[in-house]
């Protein structure tokens, strides 16, 4: 579950590495290119991240690549 309540705002990009299966294995926050400091942002683009599913590839172990979110207060 996303934790939610504060009026935090900005850009967090997570590292992954996805494996043959399409399956998040690894999620980090990347300083580069992450604009907020605030810690509940984060966990929650880390969370994200490790529920996404890509499409497998058996022609490779693993991929690597970003993910950028945005959070925004309305």
Same mark, same amino acid.
């Given at each position: 579950n996303l934790i +939610?309540?504060?009026n935090? =705002? %900005?850009k967090v990009v997570v590292? $992954? $590495? $996805?494996d043959s299966e399409g399956n998040v +294995?690894?999620? !980090?926050v990347r300083s580069q %290119? !992450?604009? #907020?400091?605030?810690a509940t942002l984060r966990?929650?683009? $880390? &969370?994200?991240? &490790?529920? #996404? &599913?890509? &499409?497998p590839d058996p022609s490779r172990m693993t =991929?690597? %690549?970003t993910i950028s979110y945005k959070y925004s207060v309305n």
């Open positions: +939610v309540g504060n935090a =705002q %900005g590292s $992954v $590495v $996805v +294995v690894e999620a !980090t %290119g !992450t604009t #907020t400091t605030d966990q929650n683009a $880390v &969370k994200a991240a &490790k529920r #996404t &599913k890509f &499409k =991929q690597s %690549g």
